[in-house]
Structure formats: C-alpha cells, structure tokens
C-alpha cells in the first residue's frame, strides 16, 4: 500500500491502542509517523520501529502549545483519559484536566497545523471523538462534555478548512479493547454494584446490537481512509462505530 507515500503524519497518545493501531496503519501505507505521547521510551521503541520520529509532549500543559507550529499533512488527535465518577463527586481540577487534553490540546493542535496545510492545498483533520461525542452516558461528565466539544469543533475546522483542501472529521467508536477501557472497569464495577465482567456485558455493550469490543485496528482503518485520496470530500462528519448503539 503506498496511498500516504511522501505524506507526514501526527499522531498524539501514539503508543499504544487506537493511536498505535494508526501508527502502524499510515506507515504501513507510505507515511511518515510521528508519535507525540508522555511515554518517551514507548514512542522511541515504536518510532524506531516503523522508522518514524517522536514528539515528547504533555499535553495537559496547553500554554506551552499557545506558539506551536506543526508541519504536517495528517493529525489525528487520538490522545484521550477517562475518570467516572457522579457529578456531585467529580473533582474540579480533574474535570479541567480532561477538558485540556481532549479539547482544548485538540484546538491548539489543529491551530498550529493549519497554516502549513493551507500552504500546502492539503490537510487531513481526523479527531478521535467516541459514541460519547454523539450521546451521554452516567458518571461520564467530563469525557461526554469533552467529546462533544471536539464534535463541534470538527465541524468549524471543516468549515473553515475546506476552501483550502483541508478536511475535518470526527471517528466515534463505541468501547475499544485499549487499556483506557479496562482502567475504567474497577471504577464502574464500584459505581453500578457489579462486577467488571457484568460491567463489560450490561453497561458497555448494553446499547450495541453487535457484541463485542471495538478493536483498535478497526478504527486505524477507518482513520488510514479517511487520511488518504479517497475522502477528499469527507469532511464535517462524525463516523460511528459502534455497533448500532446510535440507530436506537
């Protein structure tokens, strides 16, 4: 596969899951990768790996991204925490925290990209959202909150971008078997009262006709189509996979 040949690709929380999936994914199909992750030895390991480069980034610390300029053909804001817990229980500065990395870091990223891809006449946006982009869930505020900031700000970026040959869209997976899932599971076993294995069958895969986890290298392939030459008029949309959750 050579549909990415000569193109640059950003990929944030790139070591693992659903961005590592991607890593592989655009590289296998011609594109330069470049891992932005807090786990310096994971991202070096995969970067010499796929014979890409590494972006030691926090990107909780949003000021130190307020100048940023990034060259790249393809960003695919990936990196995403997750915490339940109920509203009246939720911390503050947790809540800030994760509106930071996955909405605020989003919009910063987009920002520094976009001039080089305006130049360029070419750009590819593609943010991983989540069902929770498109519904809500209990115990979720931050995360549900986070995604559908991200959900609309997809859709300005795609607005403003598709003069320019820039497109803008979100993936919304429904749970994907990456360790952010199964870190969420003790938490959701206390909440509900259950044990993590009803957790898996009645709260996770409770709205899905379709049985299963989401495999990370499913959402890569939807990713790897919508980054390549087939989806230039792609853009301003939300691609659900999810199982049938939102036909309900």
């Avoid at 891809?117 to 986070?146: C, D, Q, T, W």
């Amino acid at each position: 596969m050579s549909q990415l040949q000569g193109r640059t690709a950003l990929i944030t929380g790139g070591v693992s899951g659903i961005g590592e999936a991607c890593a592989r994914a655009f590289q296998a199909a011609g594109a330069h990768v470049t891992i932005a992750d807090m786990n310096v030895a994971k991202a070096e390991a995969l970067a010499t790996e796929l014979g890409g480069s590494v972006w030691p980034v926090d990107l909780s610390d949003t000021e130190a991204l307020h100048d940023l300029t990034l060259h790249c053909d393809i960003l695919v804001n990936n990196a995403g925490i997750q915490h339940v817990s109920p509203i009246h229980e939720f911390d503050p500065d947790r809540f800030a925290l994760m509106l930071r990395i996955m909405l605020e870091a989003p919009f910063l990223l987009i920002r520094a990209s976009l001039p080089g891809m305006y130049e360029r006449g070419f750009g590819r946006i593609i943010n991983i959202s989540s069902v929770h982009g498109l519904r809500a869930s209990p115990f979720k505020s931050a995360y549900v909150a986070a995604k559908h900031g991200l959900e609309g700000l997809s859709k300005v970026t795609a607005l403003e971008g598709g003069p320019h040959g820039v497109t803008s869209n979100c993936i919304n997976p429904t749970y994907v078997r990456t360790a952010l899932v199964e870190a969420q599971l003790p938490d959701q076993a206390r909440i509900h009262r259950m044990s993590e294995e009803d957790v898996v069958e009645k709260i996770m895969l409770a709205e899905s006709v379709i049985k299963r986890l989401v495999e990370p290298d499913e959402v890569a392939a939807l990713a790897l189509w919508l980054a390549g030459p087939h989806a230039g008029m792609v853009t301003g949309a939300s691609h659900v996979i999810d199982g049938g959750w939102t036909a309900r």
